[in-house]
């Protein structure tokens, strides 16, 4: 083993053993894994996988992504040690290396998980500040309707971004289950549909690490009120409600935090079609 | 006998020697000359400094010094701070409080860094210790208002009550009113992250106003200004405060009551919070910025003007903590109007925009550089960068003792040649012998790895992020950097090689993060087996490492060198080369 610094002497030749074909089998397996072929066939149909496996972004694994799991090409010498001359969108690069894809720039730095390094603490003040801000003139992004988004925002997170700004800062929420102590967080970031974060949920509750492939295409049963739990959250005026009545942009912008309810507890909040009882302000917790 | 009565005598007249040293790493080395110095350092011994929780066992702890008054726990890594660990990982400081509740009556000390306290660790604390003096509670989490209304109730010669950006749920106790009308104990208060509806401020108004030897308040977020006026009168002889929501207009009978209350405190040394503030009440506090040595504006969205009217006031300052807001303009202003600033941090106030939203650059810190002296320690956030500018930072200030840099944008290259920052990077650790924290940002290559392996000798903790090409970047860093303690990166292509080669090298370091990199789940087992005093610890959220493909890499990796050997509270995700993959996967 001891000879590997003859290697390394000898300059840069590739980065962790197997790195890269270790990656790229990963990434087929995940591949299947996902609950979601159709996107994933759309993101390598753009040829977006450089770099990255694509097809995890909705695997509901309740795993923390990563840099690699955007379809951004950042650091293909990341896994491979190849020097870094793929560009990266967004970055401020010199004038000799072209940008290949437009996702747009500012996606690149808000779907990167715990990037830019700031605490928790000063995120959420950050967001109370911008929400108290009038909101900025990107205009001319705000033409997109929200059924494209939903389509169209795994792959491309930029336009998420864009009709509200401060979904980008949104990140990690809380998530508490009925009859378990210790709470879980989740990225909202990192989903761009009901079913993407209660599958997720679901795997971070409702079984344990290790849980077999096939569960988890299937569809969640907090959304459709055949479990024993049912997913609610709470607003920004403190009420709390069942999730999966707004459409999901609505969802992100009032959310602030989540709790899986007994479905017998659950008798006193908003009803789950079309009435909203507002006052009711009970306090669940 | 007159053996006897020598040693008896010398042994007492040591001990009165280490009495007066209070350095952790000198009374090591005391202990280590031999071994009835050992011996008596270690019964003499009172505070005891743990930077990782899972280094050492509590009863390992007790067993070798038994007169522990006062003791400090840090848990998870550092990334936790940014999300990268997962929930339930570890660092639950239970274990701890129930060992030391039973051996250490007299314990009055327990600050906690990134530790899960429970309620149940709290009424611990509260009913064990007779004593109990000092609570801090930096970056926790697990406990709510119940746990510190068993704090308050209990603790009758409290001094020190600090939750520092902790996280606490809110259970609908009044916790405050559990202080008993008896109580004045309080010298140091910070509850700055609580919400509003924890905090009753008439209860906080009367624990004020019975406490004269409160030198400390940090307030939470929603107290009204004609509140913080209140209290700041009954307390005068405040040396730290810190301030909560401005309204939203300047109403000149609210100005004048928070002015003249501000004129009062003759000893007020340092402000903070300025949450949701409105300029046109700054100049309420003119009467004391004079004798500021320390400000943080980082949460107050105060444009550079006004920041610059308020820092030409405060030519004590010693510590700026601000947005970026302050713009280069601001910036330059600092560095004529404050020489004696020693810490400056910088954050950003929009981070997820890729325009920047004030006009920051790396020409700011340059002028704060050459214009102050004392300049030590640096955190700075901005958009773009050059190497020329790292330079004249270096040449400028060899002074430099921490310097963090975090160019938002992952592989910005110097936006003037286009290059890399290796260069300026090596500027900085070249010519900043007494550099002790360093962290890195930008376009880098395994070059500014060689640099720091060559020059950053008393380095220990280093922190990099989307840099290098090759192993051989982390195998200049474990090899080169003698003092280093500490070292964590993410999504940098380091893998088996430059870690099994440098092996013995983790052991005499306090840990190694790795996320995002490429090392196999192969290596870590190696590794494991090479050296049975590392924890290596991979964090995979994906399920057993060993389902997967031999080479595949794993998602997070936690090395850090232990005496207590493999913890026994790892949660499913955290994945060991002794795992039993059939306890696993069983619930």
């Known amino acids: 083993m001891e000879g590997g610094l003859v290697l390394l002497g000898g300059g840069a030749n590739g980065g962790g053993s197997g790195g890269s074909s270790g990656f790229s089998t990963n990434e087929s397996a995940m591949s299947e894994a996902s609950s979601y072929p159709a996107e994933t066939e759309l993101e390598l149909g753009l040829g977006l996988s450089i770099g990255g496996p694509t097809g995890k972004i909705n695997k509901a694994s309740g795993r923390i992504l990563t840099a690699k799991d955007f379809p951004v090409p950042r650091r293909a010498s990341m896994n491979g040690g190849t020097p870094p001359s793929v560009t990266v969108s967004g970055t401020k690069r010199a004038a000799d290396q072209s940008v290949p894809h437009d996702s747009g720039s500012p996606t690149a730095t808000s779907q990167v998980v715990g990037w830019p390094p700031i605490r928790s603490y000063r995120m959420n003040s950050l967001v109370n500040n911008n929400q108290a801000k009038a909101p900025r003139a990107e205009e001319e992004h705000k033409g997109i309707n929200e059924e494209e988004e939903e389509d169209k925002a795994i792959k491309d997170g930029s336009k998420l971004k864009k009709p509200n700004e401060n979904l980008g800062h949104i990140g990690f929420i809380k998530v508490n289950m009925d009859g378990i102590r210790i709470g879980r967080k989740v990225n909202l970031n990192a989903h761009s549909s009901y079913h993407s974060l209660a599958s997720a949920l679901d795997n971070m509750f409702l079984r344990s690490a290790g849980a077999e492939k096939q569960q988890l295409t299937m569809p969640s049963k907090l959304l459709d009120g055949s479990s024993e739990f049912v997913l609610t959250y709470e607003d920004k005026e403190g009420d709390w409600m069942l999730v999966g009545d707004v459409p999901w942009m609505m969802f992100l912008t009032s959310v602030r935090r989540l709790r899986i309810m007994k479905t017998s507890e659950a008798n006193g909040l908003a009803p789950r079609f079309h009435e909203r009882n507002r006052t009711q302000r009970s306090k669940l917790i | ?587």
Request: with cysteine; hydrophobic share 40%.
């Open chain 2, 1 to 587: 006998m007159p053996k006897r009565l020598a040693s008896s005598l010398s042994d007492e007249v040591l001990e009165h020697v280490f009495s007066f040293i209070q350095s952790e790493k000198d009374r090591n080395v005391v202990s280590a000359v031999c071994k009835s110095w050992y011996e008596i350092e270690r019964w003499c011994r009172r505070k005891i400094f743990v930077g990782n929780c899972y280094a050492v066992s509590p009863e390992m702890v007790i067993r070798r010094f038994p007169q522990v008054r006062s003791i400090e726990l840090k848990g998870k890594p550092h990334f936790a701070d940014f999300n990268l660990v997962p929930d339930g990982w570890g660092g639950y400081v239970l274990p701890w409080i129930t060992e030391m509740a039973g051996a250490y009556p007299w314990l009055d000390e327990i600050r906690l860094k990134r530790m899960v306290v429970t309620d149940e660790s709290l009424e611990l604390i509260a009913k064990s210790f007779k004593d109990f003096k000092v609570l801090v509670l930096a970056s926790c989490e697990g406990f709510s208002t119940d746990g510190l209304a068993a704090i308050a109730a209990s603790c009758k010669n409290l001094r020190e009550l600090d939750l520092r950006e902790s996280e606490v749920d809110d259970s609908s106790v009044h916790w405050l009113s559990h202080f008993p009308e008896t109580y004045t104990s309080m010298v140091s208060l910070n509850i700055s992250c609580l919400g509003s509806g924890e905090v009753s401020f008439s209860a906080l108004e009367r624990l004020v106003s019975r406490c004269p030897n409160l030198r400390s308040l940090k307030l939470n977020r929603a107290v009204p200004l004609d509140k913080t006026a209140n209290i700041l009168r009954l307390a005068p002889q405040l040396v730290e405060f810190s301030a909560c929501t401005y309204s939203a207009e300047l109403r000149s009978d609210v100005f004048s009551n928070l002015a003249g209350a501000f004129s009062n405190c003759k000893e007020l040394r340092s402000l903070s919070g300025f949450w949701d503030v409105v300029p046109d009440y700054l100049p309420a506090i003119y009467s004391v910025c004079s004798r500021l040595t320390s400000l943080n504006l980082s949460y107050a969205t105060i444009l550079s003007p006004d920041l610059i009217k308020l820092v030409s006031h405060c030519p004590s300052l010693q510590r700026l903590l601000v947005l970026d807001y302050i713009e280069d303009s601001g910036l330059e202003a600092l560095a004529s109007n404050c020489k004696d600033l020693q810490e400056l941090r910088v954050f950003p106030s929009d981070p997820f925009d890729a325009e920047p939203n004030a006009s920051l650059t790396e020409q700011g810190l340059v002028a704060v550089s050459l214009g102050c002296p004392k300049l030590q320690s640096v955190l700075y956030f901005c958009r773009r960068m050059s190497n020329a500018a790292l330079v004249t930072i270096a040449q400028n200030r060899p002074n430099l003792n921490r310097f963090r840099l975090c160019i938002i944008e992952p592989n910005t290259a110097d936006y003037l040649t286009g290059e890399p920052f290796d260069v300026g990077f090596g500027a900085i650790v070249e010519h900043c012998k007494d550099l002790i924290r360093l962290s890195l940002s930008g376009l880098l290559t395994d070059c500014v790895f060689e640099y720091i392996g060559k020059y950053a000798k008393k380095l220990e903790m280093l922190s990099v992020a989307f840099a290098g090409d090759s192993d051989l970047g982390l195998h200049h860093v474990l090899s080169g950097c003698e003092s280093l303690r500490k070292l964590e990166i993410r999504d940098c292509p380091f893998g088996d090689k430059a870690l099994l080669t440098n092996a013995a090298k983790l052991e005499t370091m306090q840990s190694l993060w790795m996320s995002s990199c490429s090392v196999s789940f192969e290596a870590c087992k190696l590794l494991s087996q090479k050296m049975p005093r590392l924890n290596v610890e991979v964090i995979d959220e994906r399920g057993p490492p060993d389902s997967r493909p031999e080479n595949c890499t794993v998602d997070k990796l936690y090395i850090y060198r232990s005496v207590a050997g493999p913890r026994f509270d790892m949660p499913p995700f955290v994945w060991t080369k002794d795992e039993d993959l059939a306890l696993r996967l069983s619930p």
